[in-house]
C-alpha cells in the first residue's frame, strides 16, 4: 500500500515562509517523480512544481519560480517544499504526489495540507 503523507501545513502572513514535508512509504521510487499541487477553493488544481527521485531534477510552474523549492531525502523517502514570499492567493490546500517520472500523470496523491496565507 502506497501512503503519501502531507504536513507543515499551516497559517503564515504574506511574505513569509513556510516548508512542507511529504513522506513517502509503501514501494520503491526510485523510477518515479514527486509532484506538488495546490487546489484553492472554487478553483482547479494547479501543479506547483515536481522533483524526480533518482536524480533531484526539479521543474516548476513560473508563478512559483525562484520562491519555492523542492528537494528529496532519497533515504528516508521524504519530499520537501519549501515556499518564500508567500502570497494571500497562494492559499490553498497542497497536496504531494508520485507519479512516473516519464510521464506527466500521477498515479498516488496525499491527502492534503492546508496553507493560509494572511494579508
Known amino acids: 500500500q502506497v501512503q503519501l503523507v502531507e504536513s507543515g501545513g499551516g497559517l503564515v502572513q504574506a511574505g513569509g515562509s513556510l516548508r512542507l514535508s511529504c513522506a513517502a512509504s509503501g514501494r520503491t521510487f526510485s523510477t518515479y517523480a514527486m509532484g506538488w499541487f495546490r487546489q484553492a477553493p472554487g478553483k482547479e488544481r494547479e501543479f506547483v512544481g515536481r522533483i524526480t527521485w533518482s536524480d533531484g531534477v526539479t521543474s516548476y510552474a513560473d508563478s512559483v519560480k525562484g520562491?519555492?523549492?523542492?528537494?528529496r531525502d532519497f533515504a528516508k523517502k521524504?519530499?520537501?517544499?519549501?515556499m518564500n514570499i508567500l502570497k494571500p492567493e497562494e492559499t490553498a490546500v497542497y497536496y504531494?504526489?508520485?507519479?512516473?517520472?516519464?510521464k506527466d500523470e500521477y498515479d498516488y496523491w496525499g491527502q492534503g495540507t492546508q496553507v493560509t496565507v494572511s494579508s
Request: one cysteine or more.
Open 78 to 82: 521524504m519530499v520537501y517544499l519549501q
Open 96 to 102: 504531494c504526489a508520485a507519479g512516473p517520472r516519464n
Open 67 to 71: 520562491r519555492f523549492t523542492i528537494s
